[in-house]
């Protein structure tokens, strides 16, 4: 006859073996996208840095900080609009390709009788920015797997 703490200990030696015969000794554990979390040498994720200096490129920089992850433009004016200027800061805030791991903050100036003043930007200009640097850094992540 089995004793009453006996019969309490059978459930959690079974439960305690399924839980060990889960895991599979490692052996059938999904391997895991190392790509989405490549940082090569700097300190944020190389295809949100090289995406974001890619789109970018058009503008004078004024400040490349792979290890901070900022970039910072010099004031950039349009030739057809020649009045109005637009300096960027973009923060790359993570190692990994996630959405979240990317901010563009955005100023806008215009030319008021040879003054610079500050104006607002217009709405779903840091968006598209943003957008647009996602969207290429998921190009580059895919022609890099793939």
């Known amino acids: 006859m089995i004793s009453f703490r006996a019969a309490l200990s059978l459930p959690l ?11 599979g000794g490692g052996r059938d554990a999904p391997q895991v996208d190392i790509a989405a979390a490549q940082t090569t040498q700097i300190g944020v994720n190389a295809f949100l840095w090289r995406a974001s200096l890619e789109t970018l490129a058009f503008m004078p920089m004024a400040q490349v900080d792979s290890d901070g992850g900022v970039i910072v433009t010099d004031w950039y004016a349009n030739p057809q609009v020649p009045e109005e200027r637009v300096k960027l800061t973009v923060y790359i805030l993570d190692r990994t390709l996630r ?7 955005a100023v806008r100036q215009q030319n008021n009788g040879g003054n610079w003043v500050d104006v607002p930007v217009r709405a779903g200009t840091v968006q598209k920015l943003e957008e647009a640097i996602l969207s290429r850094a998921r190009d580059l992540r895919r022609s890099q797997i793939g």
Request: proline share 0%; charged share 10%; with cysteine.
């Open 99 to 105: 959405a979240d791991g990317l901010r563009v903050a």
């Open 13 to 23: 030696i079974g439960v305690t073996a399924l839980g060990l015969s889960a895991c």
